[in-house]
C-alpha cells in the first residue's frame, strides 16, 4: 500500500508562486501515475495535472496550462507542483493521488484510491 503525504501548500498574494510537494512510501512507486486534484468550497474535486510513471508525459487542466508544472524524482519518490501565476480561483484543498492499477495515466477521479490528507491554497490580497 502507498502512502502519500503532501506539502507546501500556504497564504499568497495573486501573482506570486507557490511548490507543492507530495511525498510516498510503500508499493512501487515509479511504476504508478500520479495526479494533483484539487478541491474549492462548495465545487466537486476536479483534476490538475498527472504525471506518468517515468515522468514524461503529463496532463493539465486547461484552466492552469502555461502557470502550473507537474515534474516527479522517483529516486526521492516525490512528485512536485509548481504553481506560477497564480489567481484567487486557485484557492482549494489540493490533493495528491495514485491511481489503482500501475502503468495506468489517468484523469478520472474514480481511478485514483489512494489520497493524500491535502494541503491548502489561498490566493488573496
Known amino acids: 500500500q502507498v502512502h502519500l503525504v503532501e506539502s507546501g501548500g500556504g497564504l499568497v498574494q495573486p501573482g506570486n508562486s507557490l511548490k507543492l510537494s507530495c511525498a510516498a512510501s510503500g508499493r512501487a512507486f515509479d511504476n504508478y501515475a500520479v495526479a494533483w486534484f484539487r478541491q474549492a468550497p462548495g465545487k466537486e474535486r476536479e483534476c490538475v495535472a498527472v504525471?506518468?510513471?517515468?515522468?514524461?508525459?503529463?496532463y493539465y487542466t486547461d484552466s492552469v496550462k502555461g502557470r502550473f508544472t507537474i515534474s516527479r524524482d522517483n529516486a526521492e519518490k516525490t512528485v512536485f507542483l509548481q504553481m506560477n501565476s497564480l489567481k484567487p480561483e486557485d484557492t482549494a484543498v489540493y490533493y495528491c493521488a495514485a491511481p489503482k492499477e500501475p502503468l495506468f495515466f489517468t484523469v478520472r477521479i474514480g481511478n485514483y484510491d489512494t489520497w493524500g490528507q491535502g494541503t491548502q491554497v489561498t490566493v488573496s490580497a
Open positions: 504525471v506518468n510513471w517515468v515522468g514524461d508525459n503529463t
